[in-house]
């Protein structure tokens, strides 16, 4: 966090017309988002294998042991061969590929990720490191079902904040924490700078196919967001370097309401020493990590 000289042109900046019909628009947006079939709120885990052969089904006495009554007791075998996943379905059970009933087939080849379906569960290998697991989506989900959006704080039009973007000569390489542990490699285009009540501050900002990716934290996360901070996706800058941010918009990261998650965690540099009452609240009712 950086604070100085407050920039004139910055602070508050004007409402666009339609301004709360377009965030409930946003908002209907994510929530429509969350709940789709193979997204975070149908995600119900995450299945580790052993390298040589893993038994899959609903029994207790299977290796990797799938939702009760949502496949049969035993379906099937997948094999774990030097990266390499190998799935043979039991006789008798309907497994889908594509539409289509399959017996056996490499649904992992160390690259290309099939997706498999069994009624209301789809599933595909995922990678973590040398470690291979299947990810789980359970589609009936009547708690997804139901699901209208996270608490959140009233709109305050207040942290709808002019913004200007100080690109990078190049593009820098930061290493990210993520929630397991890990660490991750992303690159920022450059920094993005704002000012409340008098003083500036700055975040990093990182690549992404709609706009700016920001990851930060504020004083708020001590109490009423999620511990680890929140996300927010920024216009791309004008050719004169403004944009907007507007934490009315920052949301929670996947690793708040999901325990299957390794999102990425806020660079040292985006923790603000500054309470930021906009956008969404920590979950309630949703087990995160």
Same mark, same amino acid.
């Given at each position: 966090?950086?604070?100085?000289c ?17 965030l ?7 929530v429509?988002v969350?709940?789709?079939?193979t997204?975070?709120?149908?995600l ?15 029994g207790?006495?299977?290796d ?17 061969a030097n ?9 008798g ?11 056996? @087939?490499?649904?992992f ?34 708690k ?35 929630v ?13 700078g ?14 992404a196919?709609?706009?700016l990716?920001?990851l ?6 001590? @109490?009423?967001t999620?511990?680890?901070g ?5 216009p ?41 009452p ?12």
């Open positions: 966090m950086f604070a100085g407050m920039n004139p042109e910055q602070g508050q900046a004007p409402l666009p017309e339609h301004y709360l019909e377009s409930r628009e946003w908002k209907d947006y994510r429509n969350l709940k789709g079939p997204n975070w709120l149908r119900d885990g995450i299945y580790w294998l052993d390298e040589g052969e893993n038994s899959f089904g609903s207790d006495d299977q990797l042991v799938f939702p009760e009554g949502t496949i049969p007791a035993h379906a099937g075998i997948m094999i774990l990266g390499i996943v190998t799935m043979i379905v039991a006789d059970i309907t497994i889908l590929h594509n539409g289509e009933p399959v017996s056996e @087939m490499v649904i080849d160390g690259e290309n990720r099939e997706r498999i379906q069994h009624e209301q569960l789809e599933w595909f290998i995922d990678s973590r490191g040398n470690n291979h697991g299947v990810r789980l989506y359970n589609k009936d989900n009547p997804a079902d139901a699901f209208e959006g996270f608490p959140s704080y009233p709109v305050k039009p207040e942290w709808h904040l002019k913004a200007n973007f100080t690109a990078n000569s190049d593009s820098i390489l930061f290493t990210l924490d993520n397991i542990g890990e660490e991750v490699e992303r690159f920022s285009p450059g920094n993005v704002f000012s409340v009540d008098g003083k500036r501050y700055t975040l990093i900002t990182f690549e196919n709609s706009g990716f920001i930060f934290a504020d004083r708020t996360n001590q @109490m009423d999620y511990h680890s929140r996300y927010m996706i920024i791309f800058p004008d050719e004169n370097g403004n944009t907007i941010i507007d934490f009315n918009k920052a949301y929670n990261p996947p690793c708040a309401f999901n325990r299957f998650t390794t999102c990425q965690l806020p660079p040292p540099q985006n923790r603000l020493d500054i309470a930021i906009a956008g969404e609240k920590r979950p309630v009712d949703w087990d995160g990590i």
